[in-house]
T-cell receptor, first 113, second 115 residues
């Protein structure tokens, strides 16, 4: 069975500060890993995904994530937070092919002016 | 090219009534996934369908819940005899191929409230 754990249900950073959202996964096979963002009253949007190519994945809006097999982690980072980054962020894992995504519980990011 | 369309946006039902949630995938997409989001929880997979076929329903409750994706028309998630615990946001997602190989597009969800 696959699972993801997102450490910290709520993260608060100052505008311009580094954003670090943590995700650890559990998978018996090489995983596919994803980060999604959910703005209020909207559906999820894909930020980035890892599919066994480069371990450092760059996504939209300046976000990136690094796959570390030894740490079973896929943390999401952004060098400088903007107010518009305030949202809920979900990490997700899948085996491969058509298997459904398994989501973490989410981390709410607040950005303070 | 419209995105994934879900309706209604909000649905209020009394206990014991039926709820029907509709999802029209993006044009050209034949894979549909339904997820449920409870307060303070992540999205939980419910069911995965391709046209006229249920591929994976391992996340569906055994009773009262059913889903379909007919050859023509939207995918329907049906909840019979709703209870207060069914109150949640229900999201539909679609893709052209399998979710790990193709980008998954999500609708804005249907918020179901059971009184």
């Amino acid at each position: 069975a696959q699972s993801v754990t997102q450490l910290g249900s709520h993260v608060s950073v100052s505008e311009g500060a580094l954003v670090l959202l943590r995700c650890n996964y559990s998978s018996s096979v090489p995983p596919y890993l994803f980060w999604y963002v959910q703005y209020p009253n909207q559906g999820l949007q894909l930020l980035l995904k890892y599919t066994s190519a480069a371990t450092l994945v760059k996504g939209i809006n300046g976000f990136e994530a690094e796959f570390k097999k030894s740490e079973t982690s896929f943390h999401l980072t952004k060098p400088s937070a903007h107010m518009r980054d305030a949202a809920e962020y979900f990490c997700a894992v899948s085996r491969s092919g058509n298997t459904p995504l398994v989501f973490g519980k989410g981390t709410r990011l607040s950005v303070i002016a | 090219n419209a995105g994934v369309m879900q309706n209604p946006r909000h649905l209020v039902r009394r206990r014991g009534q039926e709820a029907r949630l509709r999802c029209s995938p993006m044009k050209g997409h034949s894979h549909v996934y339904w997820y449920r989001q409870l307060p303070e929880e992540g999205l939980k997979f419910m069911v995965y369908l391709q046209k006229e076929n249920i591929i994976d329903e391992s996340g569906m409750p055994k009773e009262r819940f059913s889903a379909e994706f007919p050859k023509e028309g939207p995918s329907i998630l049906r909840i019979q005899q709703v209870v207060r615990g069914d109150s949640a946001a229900y999201f539909c997602a679609s893709s052209r191929g399998g979710a790990t190989n193709e980008k998954l597009f999500f609708g804005s969800g249907t918020q179901l409230s059971v009184l």
